[in-house]
T-cell receptor, first 113, second 114 residues
Framework: GEDVEQSLFLSVREGDSSVINCTYT??????LYWYKQEPGAGLQLLTY?????DMKQDQRLTVLLNKKDKHLSLRIADTQTGDSAIYFC?????????????FGQGTTLQVKP | DTAVSQTPKYLVTQMGNDKSIKCEQN?????MYWYKQDSKKFLKIMFS???????INETVPNRFSPKSPDKAHLNLHINSLELGDSAVYFC?????????????FGSGTRLTVV
């Protein structure tokens, strides 16, 4: 099917690490993305990973990719209240050359002070 | 400078009306998209244009008609609006040669049909 699955809600305390998980469906996906949506705003590209990579680190963000299990995760170190937002994972499927992204349903991250 | 801009930001209208949402990007991207985000925050692609040519047309009622006068603009016209059309509509653009094929999104148009 088309579904990209994410858990809907995560609550952490400020300073803790957050891990947001995602499973995707198409093993031929080339790029996988994490987007952040703050209230009332559009989606902001946070990071991406190419399918031949296992891990990518960018400052406080670490992306892990398990291609065998089709599992993607986003770890946010030292989570801040400003990280409270909805996080979407998305996959670009190789079978489409149109750049179409399939999004998960989003994980709402709540950071408590 | 705003990269992908949509107008209006908010639109409240009555059932049965016809309305348009406009989108413009100044990134020089070839491909533009319309996505619909429902009340549960689920994002679903509606249309995609590449250099003014329609390349994605998902299962969308034919009351929705996209128009791309040039590759920097993609407008969405909706006829005979229904309550179920209430959602946030996002425009986005991408360049196929970008290393990550990521999208740049506009800030959304919140459509409320009453």
């Amino acid at each position: 099917g088309e579904d990209v699955e994410q858990s809907l809600f995560l609550s952490v305390r400020e300073g803790d690490s957050s891990v947001i998980n995602c499973t995707y469906t198409d093993s031929s996906s080339t790029y996988l993305y994490w987007y952040k949506q703050e209230p009332g705003a559009g989606l902001q590209l946070l990071t991406y990973i190419f399918s031949n990579m296992d891990m990518k680190q960018d400052q406080r963000l670490t992306v892990l990719l398990n291609k065998k299990d089709k599992h993607l995760s986003l770890r946010i170190a030292d989570t801040q209240t400003g990280d409270s937002a909805i996080y979407f994972c998305a996959e670009k499927r190789d079978s489409s050359n149109t750049g179409k992204l399939i999004f998960g349903q989003g994980t709402t991250l709540q950071v408590k002070p | 400078d705003t990269a992908v801009s949509q107008t209006p930001k908010y639109l409240v209208t009555q059932m049965g009306n016809d309305k348009s949402i406009k989108c413009e990007q100044n990134l020089g991207h070839d491909t533009m998209y319309w996505y619909k985000q429902d009340s549960k925050k689920f994002l679903k692609i509606m249309f995609s244009y590449n250099n003014k040519e329609l390349i994605i047309n998902e299962t969308v009622p034919n009351r929705f008609s996209p128009k791309s006068p040039d590759k920097a603009h993609l407008n969405l016209h909706i006829n005979s609006l229904e309550l179920g059309d209430s959602a946030v509509y996002f425009c986005a653009s991408s360049h196929p040669d970008s290393i990550n094929y990521g999208y740049t999104f506009g800030s959304g148009t919140r459509l409320t049909v009453v």
